[in-house]
């Protein structure tokens, strides 16, 4: 018997799969963003599905891959871009979305297991007026687990800042891969040791988030003749303290009218958009200040749509953040993207200097998002991709011209730029995954014993050391 | 009969008193904090005190007034500091703390009759887990009309700015006086006209507000060894995008362990303490902060406290903004205060340069807010008044150091350093208020034809002209 076959029969009792084809596409997430990716792991797949129910299986699952020294890589829904949760040693992917009960919903507080799907949380939250601060465009399949283990901010960014800021994650329940899992509850600094790790070194089985007052946000589409006019308001639009917006995205022509088909008959083929949501009392004061824009043309607001040509359409932030990107991707398969961070205060001059410098071959996408108490924007720029070779020399410029990228197109922690290692990051996996069976190739410190992790690159996550 | 006796005469069936003690009583706010305006107002008494009940007694105070060319000056609970509801002309004193109907609380929005009391507003609103975003230090007694007439920001300006900025207030009503008073209600650019303009020009009956989300705010004091410690701790504080703070006050020793009599316990003399308000749900997070810092060490939390102590004790709020003044002078008369803005991104280093250059003379009082989408912060120094020249003088070294004041020893508008006048503004009192009865003598662009408002001042409330 191999090793998987020990570990199916172990486990009877919990809901496994080994039909190749479905742990193959159980194996897979939104790598294909990238022409890079692809061709490095349009191969991968694990070995066997495991799909847990409750926290008592995850530990036998964990307990039994263990002894037999098989790999286990966690998954949500699968919604990343950068090869998070594919098995690159295959082995057993765990599925843990139906790990999904919302515990507890307090004032400002939700617990919830972590495979409960983000959408649905706000779902419950709502019947308090409350919903979560941040979440992905993909916030209708997401998981909250694969949020905080893969993902780093989203809608809400622009008033709470990231996943990395603390205060926008209380607690971590995490179980250890060991002989015997421990099961850790983790607060205050030591949330990062977990925290966009990618699974590598702990299973998130519970999150406690905070929640705010929910909304329901109006969606808006403002076009503009030129693409630096919607940087402007959109920049100008986040630096109204006194207006509630959960999401500016400005997003330069032809992108709109190409990529956005349900909204396509408002949009020229020559404007730009800002995709907002706004808080549906502020609606006054931003038609007040759209008006102070002679170049603004408010193309669509749902909240004077009808409920037919509301329900027609996705909501805007389907529109945004990776959405744009996987729109893009479903009219021209050829495009690939950036992320990039425009740092203020210079954030405007840099995403014009960029903009100048690429024409069409990068056309912009933006996020404006609060950063270390400034507003500043990220970038998720489209490229019409050629080579890698000139992927590469983009990526070259943007960073010698003081933006810089958090490469998409890489799989480990340390490449894709986000996540720091450093040695308190790597005891700690030492302690929690001694036998490095947990996502085994994400983690450069990990693999490598001589990799150097310091040095001067800046993350989003940065590393335990300093603190 | 005198015109006040054909007023108080067509006004039976309104409330009015004339006795001459109370009506100077209710012809008095805060002015003696500064000892300039105690000199030029003490004196200052109106004639009538009338107590509307109705939107329509109102209008038939401004008729009957008007037909006598009686002067009408407004006020709501009389917290102002700068003499804004002081009659320098007599005639009618308009009180309209009975007109606080609070009518209408929905998903984020608030409307109230002018006199209701905020912390009034905010007991209705709790209902919904709902609050009012600012409130002035005078929380428990100021009117909401007399806030937007009169008030500028305060607690949760660290979130959501200030009064002026777009869509911290929705809708506000407004008597005009005239034969036949007009109902106006302004939205958006207009509400420029009335906002922080002492009634100058319209009686505002109605408020349209945004609401926040309701928390039970822990109140926390931190002390710290300098206070230049305790500036860098509170700046980095409020620029913490994840933790949610609604208070963030540093205040320089020996201030706090002098003035503070009921906290006077937990605080050294020589200890600087920052004053803060932080969500339940962020006080692992502000620990998990406070700890980063060897130098601060948390005095009092009251989320720790029992309920006797905590009972025994005021809140954060009113040991904040002018209250901090407010307990400073019942200890020792002589003092005065400024306020002052540190514009971004230099407010740390400016604080610590007036900090060094005028020592226990002007003792630090900071307040840190959301200004035009940055954190900073305004001051409201303690000065240890020896003279009007010696003041002035303070004034000054302050503005030749880049650190506008916005002069609270000055009862006109323009003086205060608030409230731009310009034309637009002109014209909208020329309509409103065509024979100038409107609290006479406060806006200089109305009684001096040939005052020149277009000077290079910065003005928290901007004029119109340039929109």
Not at 14 to 27: F, G, L
Not at 49 to 74: D, G, M, S, W, Y
Request: aromatic share 8%; charged share 20%.
């Amino acid at each position: 018997m191999t090793a998987i076959d020990i570990v199916k029969h172990a486990l009877k009792g919990i809901q496994t799969e080994d039909n190749p084809q479905i742990v193959k596409q159980k194996s897979r997430d939104f790598f294909w963003y990238s022409p890079v990716l692809k061709r490095q792991l349009d191969h991968v797949s694990g070995d066997l599905l495991v799909t847990p129910k409750t926290e008592a299986e995850i530990r036998q699952v964990l307990q039994v891959c263990f002894e037999n020294n098989v790999p286990v890589t966690t998954r949500g829904a699968g919604t990343g871009n950068y090869g998070q949760a594919m098995p690159l040693s295959g082995g057993v992917v765990l599925n843990l979305s139906e790990l999904n009960r919302i515990k507890e919903i307090q004032t400002g507080v939700v617990v919830a297991e972590a495979g409960a799907i983000m959408s649905a949380i706000d779902v419950a939250a709502k019947r308090s007026g409350q919903e979560l601060r941040l979440h992905p465009s993909t916030y209708r399949t997401a998981t909250i687990g694969g949020f905080v283990a893969g993902g780093s901010g989203g809608v809400g960014s622009i008033n709470w800042g990231g996943l990395r800021d603390l205060g926008n994650v209380n607690r971590l329940r995490v179980l250890t891969m060991e002989a015997e899992p421990r099961q850790l509850d983790l607060v205050g600094e030591d949330l990062q040791k977990v925290m966009h790790a990618y699974g590598t070194n702990g299973i998130i089985t519970e999150v406690e988030m905070p929640l705010t007052a929910s909304y329901d946000w109006v969606d808006v589409l403002v076009g503009f003749d030129g693409f630096m006019d919607a940087v402007h308001f959109s920049d100008a639009l986040g630096n109204l303290d006194g207006l509630l917006a959960k999401e500016i995205g400005p997003i330069a022509a032809p992108l709109p009218h190409d990529y956005f088909l349900r909204h396509q008959k408002f949009i020229r083929r020559d404007q730009s958009v800002v995709v907002c949501m706004i808080a549906p009392f502020a609606m006054d004061a931003f038609a007040t200040f759209a008006a102070r824009y002679k170049s603004a043309e408010v193309l669509y607001r749902s909240d004077l749509a009808s409920e037919g040509e509301r329900t027609a359409r996705p909501p805007a932030y389907e529109l945004s953040w990776n959405h744009t990107t996987l729109r893009g991707l479903r009219v021209d398969p050829t495009i690939t993207y950036l992320q990039v961070l425009y740092p203020f205060p210079t954030q405007v001059e840099s995403v014009r200097k960029m903009t100048e410098l690429f024409g069409d071959e990068v056309p912009g996408h933006l996020e404006f998002v609060r950063f270390d108490g400034k507003i500043t924007c990220f970038g998720l720029p489209i490229v019409r991709f050629t080579t890698e070779e000139r992927l590469n020399e983009i990526i070259q410029i943007h960073e010698d011209n003081g933006c810089p990228i958090f490469n998409p197109h890489r799989y480990t922690l340390e490449e894709g730029g986000m996540k720091q290692t450093d040695a308190v990051q790597l005891a700690f996996k030492k302690s929690a995954d001694p036998k490095g069976l947990l996502n085994p190739g994400k983690m450069i410190a990990w693999e490598n014993p001589h990799y150097d992790y310091c040095n001067s690159k800046n993350f989003l996550f940065p590393g335990l050391q300093a603190l």
